[in-house]
């Protein structure tokens, strides 16, 4: 999940400055090119989550209809077919193997996949139906990847570059449990958050410090907030919020033992003091991360600051 993904080429234009003020995005742009694989790992659940930059640089390179839609003539438009024949970039060397790729839908909160199969003797196939990706209103949403495969060899890796540009026009990403208790949100990737504990609660330094003991006897300078007041964390109604990435990664040395299971960091109010339990994770640019409410949470707005 660390060491699969780094920042290939960046800064193709920026404007302005630093930006130290949570919940404002200022004019700032810049251009992404990340390389990232989607690989098949034995005896992994071959999870990811992937945030594609607000101004998504795919291209139109899927038909509409068929049964492999990365062979036909394309179709006007970027959808998550496109994506699917991008970031499958296997799907011509394995045999027997599987892509998908699946939203969150916050308003039903059910999920919606797209999925590619290669299967002999048919060979590549699409199931579901994909959505416009240029148009899409739950852009600053990320997406759940899976990937399979069956066959001995060769094993897939599906070594991919995103591209794509910030948009510094963006107000923001709601974080609501109106009608859904989770949310996956995408990160930009020039954020200055670099850990879950700004996510949760703002800038460290600037929206909180690290000073004193908290609940869970951590000591100061642990990393983890005094207080909590500019992240997806609802001080007003204290709910337990949590915070979860999946390590699909082998020998990952940020945490032991995380192997293929989920890594999460949440906050709650415990006898009138706040508290955090789980890992406080590094941030890594093209991650997606899950967000789990309860209900009774209080609208929040995502908007970290970025450079």
């Not at 998908?100 to 996949?113: G, P, Q, Y």
């Not at 930009?188 to 690290?210: F, S």
């Not at 100061?220 to 709910?239: A, E, L, Y």
Request: with cysteine; proline share 6%; aromatic share 10%.
């Amino acid at each position: 999940m660390f060491r699969k993904l780094s920042i290939a080429a960046v800064a193709l234009a920026m404007a302005g400055g630093v930006y130290l003020g949570s919940g404002t995005a200022q004019a700032s742009n810049m251009g992404f090119k990340l390389e990232r694989d989607f690989a098949f790992v034995q005896n992994f659940r071959n999870f990811y989550y992937l945030s594609f930059p607000l101004f998504n640089g795919l291209g139109d390179i899927a038909a509409a209809t068929g049964g492999n839609r990365c062979a036909g003539a394309p179709d006007g438009l970027v959808t998550t077919d496109d994506a699917i024949c991008d970031l499958f970039t296997d799907r011509t060397v394995c045999t027997n193997c599987s892509f998908a790729i699946t939203k969150l839908d916050t308003a039903t909160c059910l999920n919606v996949t797209v999925k590619a199969d290669k299967r002999p003797p048919i060979g590549l196939a699409f199931q579901g139906t994909g959505w416009n990706l240029t148009v899409d209103p739950n852009r600053d949403l990320g997406y759940f990847i899976n990937v399979a495969n069956a066959a001995t060899s060769p094993i897939p890796t599906n070594r991919a570059v995103v591209v794509g540009s910030y948009d510094p026009g963006w107000t923001g990403h709601t974080v609501s449990a109106a009608t859904c208790l989770k949310d996956i949100i995408a990160i930009p990737y020039h954020t200055m958050y670099r850990k879950a504990a700004e996510i949760m609660c703002g800038l460290e330094n600037t929206d909180w410090v690290d000073n004193v003991n908290n609940l869970s006897g951590a000591a100061p300078g642990d990393g983890q907030p005094d207080t909590c007041p500019n992240g997806i964390f609802d001080p007003v109604s204290n709910r337990r919020t949590a915070i979860t990435i999946f390590d699909n990664e082998p020998g990952n040395n940020e945490f032991p033992n995380t192997d293929n299971q989920n890594i999460t960091y949440t906050a709650n109010v415990v006898a009138g003091r706040l508290t955090f339990q789980g890992n406080n994770m590094s941030l890594v640019p093209g991650n997606a991360y899950l967000i789990n409410l309860l209900a009774g949470y209080n609208n929040r707005t995502f908007l970290p600051p970025h450079f």
